[in-house]
């Protein structure tokens, strides 16, 4: 990983008239070289300085990086910047030989011919845009041998809390060159940025600051003139640049709404009103008004151990669930098929559970090709139910001939639905999931052959299992739309741990007469109205004198700006349609309109800068080379970004040495490098096919550890074709047969159960728990056998509370797959297999409810004479229900605690139903917890 690329061109002539009559066109990319040609260049990173301003949620970062030209020739150069999300560029200049070169904003081909024009006069000129993947691009002009250039970059993002805390990265990289070995002879004019790297940052907040710390580097901070304020410097980055740099603050009251306020010199003002609702309330209670889909990929690919994986996934993913939710289940394939009639969602029950339980018993991958956007659009074409949010998990391991619009339809959809995506396989289109999570505020795993589908998928789903609050609005009170603009103006839901941030932009006139401002969020959790508001004092506002120092207004345009490409602004409607009258045409003008007003860079403006010289016209073509970048060991491995608090993206780099090989490897297919971060850029670069494995925001973006968002293992360098397979309305490539695919590795098998263990005794005498021995009755207490009376212990049944247990088992019922959608409620077969790990076991005798089948006894190994004589409270089935749960939770807990995953909301469901059970029968819900430990403990 690196800061960017960069790519030297070397003039050689070609001849036509000169001076030349009429301006140069923008130099093509040329090819390299021909490949027996070695050619030897090199622009190290000598140096790098970053620094962010952060006001509460909003961030400004500088990052001023130098390199020098130690090569014998001189190059022009193209700088490449891969930005972090929704981050947006609002300055960029740099020096070069001493001379500093300020750029301009302009409309894109405004700016174009100016450069054009610069290059054929002979004068100095860059040319810095927005490419189509969201990075930044840039040509520097030409450097001179043993020369050095200082780029200044300056962009501004938006930062996430995670949980109490607010959390800033730095992608860190051990490749840094130094002047020294580069080349000793260079005198460096190193423009304030000293030879390595120093990052510091200022911090200030609307409530007291109670610590700022670093999980991965030594760091000093203090405390500024007040209580709110903190400079932080990060120490001994010379000897860990190998290593990501973090940076975490908290502030005292984290849940308190917060106000950003600045003029600039003209007196307009504009204000970031900031959001973070407290929900643990609802989260304790488990909840949950939300709409979950899972959308699977049916196809003939899938078919073996893909459909399998999936399948033993859902029947995890189905227990886990609240009973406030809704929930569907829809297959695709060259058609596509729903759960529930009419693709509409049911709430979830005993029966719809029973219905889901048998649909998944009998999938089967036979629905031919992959054709994706029919069922988006069909999901997109119902309306979300009021106070609910909806959420799409999307599994697939196919390509579709139309990914563009299935990228766009879940993007205008992403004010009220968000998709997780799960590639499977080596042959999955990449750009496909990676950009469908993206653009719809979801999170996308990438999941090889043959590992464990289970963990990722149940890693989202409690992600997605949080509390939130639905069809939100913003208003500021007495002002019409002509009076103030507002963004965003669709704004997606708010889950529990969340923020979210408008920003509000008033002209001068208008800020003068109205000093104070009342602004108020509304929404709703599942029925129940909820409202928050904001007191702003615009005199209270900071005045900014200079506007390179502006910060809320280059957000606010950043904002602005997003909503009008992402199809979310108030000239659209909140399907992402355009409203009534207006043209896309009209929309483009706003955007560029907007952009010119702010200052920030947009796909249809670019900053320009000329440097004038002694007019000496370019003689020749350019040939362009590019300088790759030699990536580090551990950028194969899996590795942690924060998608949404990114503060760099991968800020410390070198450029180093390359040679072009003799043999270059062939082009993917389809290009894949989009904008997901430097290590995607970088490694699915133009010479190399090996697959990235970035790793991004985890889980933990709200309340968990540092996991990874992306979650990839190495792809192959060198794939074999695999015959597409063609049907109606998309395509798909087939999957390699299994015995070409490398073996899963240990850690992650999925389709394995460990070699069966001679029977244990237990504390009661009988076998440990799923040993399949005798009990101290005489009896099975395993997976099958015989119970206290005398019987042969089923799996499955009807328990004291009508589903599940002892005694009694239900037989499997077929669920027709010719129709499109499932009409009967099939009942499920109730036969959970006897190889899976314990923990998987007892998740799927799990009621609707969170109690559990009685079932779960023998997989423990406790019959239910053992059961009664150790009840803490009362008797009867309802105590023994209660107790067997208590009993799982402890047991799962104590004994499990690798699998914590896949059976983190399982435990969570069944604590509920416990405590609401407990209240009912007016005990301490303690007193089960207490004695299931007990019992645990000697087992």
């Keep these: 990983m690196c800061l960017g690329r960069v790519y030297c061109r070397r003039p050689y002539p070609i001849p036509y008239p000169h001076p030349h009559p009429h301006p140069v066109p923008h130099p093509p990319i040329i090819a390299p070289p021909k490949q027996e040609e070695k050619v030897l260049s090199s622009i190290p990173l000598v140096g790098a300085h970053i620094h962010s301003e952060i006001s509460d949620l909003s961030a400004k970062v500088r990052v001023s990086q130098r390199f020098i030209n130690n090569g014998k020739e001189t190059l022009e150069l193209t700088y490449e910047f891969p930005l972090p999300q929704d981050a947006s560029v609002c300055s960029f200049s740099a020096e070069i030989e001493g001379k500093k070169i300020k ?70 990289d051990d490749q840094v060159t130094s002047a020294k070995e580069s080349n000793q002879n260079v005198k460096m004019e190193n423009g304030g940025v000293e030879e390595g790297i120093t990052v510091t940052s200022h911090i200030t907040t609307s409530s007291p600051i109670v610590e700022v710390s670093s999980p991965t580097h030594q760091i000093d901070w203090k405390k500024g003139s007040n209580d709110r304020e903190a400079n932080v410097t990060f ?89 406030t939710c809704l929930f569907n289940i829809i297959d695709f394939g060259s058609t596509s098929k729903s759960l529930f009639p009419n693709y509409e969602s049911k709430k979830y029950s005993e029966s719809t559970l029973d219905s889901a339980v048998a649909d998944v018993e009998k999938k089967t991958a036979s629905l031919g090709g992959t054709d994706l956007l029919p069922p988006l659009q069909k999901i997109f074409g119902k309306a979300t139910v009021q106070g609910y949010s909806r959420q799409i998990f999307l599994l697939t391991d196919g390509q579709v001939s139309n990914s563009k619009e299935c990228i766009q339809e879940c993007a205008k959809n992403a004010h009220d639905t968000r998709v997780f995506t799960f590639g499977i396989g080596n042959d999955v289109d990449v750009n496909l999931v990676r950009n469908i999570a993206k653009e719809s505020n979801g999170v996308c795993e990438l999941l090889p052959y043959g590992s464990n589908f289970e963990e990722p998928v149940m890693r989202q789903l409690i992600r997605a299992l949080k509390p939130s609050i639905s069809n939100l609005s913003f208003n ?97 409607t909140a399907s992402g349609k355009l409203a009534n009258g207006i043209s896309q045409s009209q929309v483009d003008k706003k955007t560029l309109d907007t952009s010119l007003k702010t200052g920030i860079l947009c796909k249809s403006t670019a900053f ?55 043999s270059a490897p062939k082009m993917r297919e389809k290009d894949t490098s989009a904008s997901f971060g430097l290590a995607d850029t970088l490694a699915m670069s133009m010479n190399s096919r090996r697959a990235a494995i970035p790793a991004d925001l985890s889980d933990g973006s709200e309340d968990d550890e540092w996991e990874d ?144 089948k009685d079932v779960a006894l023998s997989i423990l190994g406790i019959s239910k004479d053992e059961l009664k ?71």
Aim: charged share 20%; hydrophobic share 35%; with cysteine.
């Design 869 to 939: 004589n150790n009840l803490p409270n009362g008797s009867g089935s309802e105590a023994e229900a209660i107790f067997l749960a208590a009993l799982v939770c402890a047991y799962l807990e104590s004994k499990c605690q690798k699998d914590q995953t896949s059976w983190t909301l399982v435990v969570k469901k069944a604590r509920n139903w416990i405590k609401k059970e407990s209240e009912r029968l007016k005990v301490e819900a303690s007193s089960w917890d207490q004695a299931a430990v007990n019992v645990v403990a000697c087992l």
């Design 608 to 662: 320009v800068a000329v440097e004038e010289r002694d007019g000496v016209a370019v003689e020749g073509v350019p040939k362009q080379m590019e300088l790759k970048t030699e990536e580090s060991q551990e950028s194969g491995k899996k590795k942690k970004q924060l998608q949404d608090n990114s503060f760099g993206g991968g800020l410390l780099s070198s450029i180093k040495n390359s040679s072009l090989k003799k």
């Design 476 to 572: 500021v009170e007495g002002l019409t739309a002509n009076e103030v603009q507002t963004t965003p103006f669709h704004p997606p839901p708010i889950y529990a741990g969340d923020r979210v941030v408008f920003y509000i932009n008033l002209d001068k006139p208008i800020a003068s007469k109205h000093q104070k401002l009342e602004t108020k969020l509304n929404g709703y959790i599942g029925t129940k109205a909820f409202t928050q508001s904001v007191q702003v004092d615009l005199s209270a506002s900071k005045t900014v004198a200079n506007k390179d120092d502006l910060l809320v207004a280059y957000l606010y345009g950043s904002s602005a700006i997003q909503d009008f490409e992402k199809k979310r602004s108030y000239l659209h």
């Design 235 to 323: 120490k001994n980055l010379s000897n860990s640049l190998n290593k990501d740099l973090c940076l975490s603050f908290q502030v005292s009251e984290p849940y308190a709404p917060t106000f950003n306020a600045e003029k600039d010199s003209e007196g307009n003002a504009t204000v970031a009103v900031s959001f973070h609702p407290d929900l643990k309330t609802e989260e304790s209670n488990d909840e949950v008004f939300t709409e979950l889909i899972f959308l699977v990929d049916c196809s003939g690919s899938m078919s073996g151990s893909p459909i399998k994986a999936v399948n033993q996934t859902l029947q995890i993913f189905l227990r886990s669930l609240p009973e």
């Design 103 to 172: 750029s301009i904003l302009k409309e894109k081909n405004k700016a174009r011919e100016d450069f054009d024009d610069a290059i054929a006069s002979g004068h100095g000129a860059y040319l810095a845009e927005k490419e189509e993947n969201g990075n930044f691009k840039s040509s520097i002009g030409s450097l001179p041998p043993s020369k050095e250039v200082l780029l200044i970059l300056e962009y501004v993002v938006s930062l996430h809390y995670d949980g109490h805390q607010i959390h800033l990265e730095v992608k860190g």
């Design 709 to 852: 968002e992306y979650s990839a293992a190495p792809m192959e360098l060198e794939k074999k074709q695999v015959q597409m397979q063609r049907n109606e309305g998309g395509s798909d490539r087939a999957r390699k047969s299994e015995s070409a695919l490398p073996p899963p590795p240990p850690s992650q098998s999925y389709s394995h159960a460990p070699p069966p263990a001679a029977p244990r005794v237990s504390a009661f005498g009988g076998p440990s728990p799923g040993s399949g021995g005798v009990s101290a009755f005489g009896n099975s207490s395993g997976g099958g056998g015989v119970s206290a009376f005398g019987s042969p212990k089923p799996i499955g049944g009807v328990s004291a509370f009508g589903r599940g247990g002892f005694g009694m088992s239900s037989s499997p019922v077929s669920v027709s797959t010719s129709t499109s959608t499932t009409t009967s409620s099939p009942k499920a077969s109730g036969v959970i297999d006897p190889n899976l790990p314990i923990a998987s076991r007892l998740v799927q005798c799990q009621n609707a409810n969170g109690s559990f």
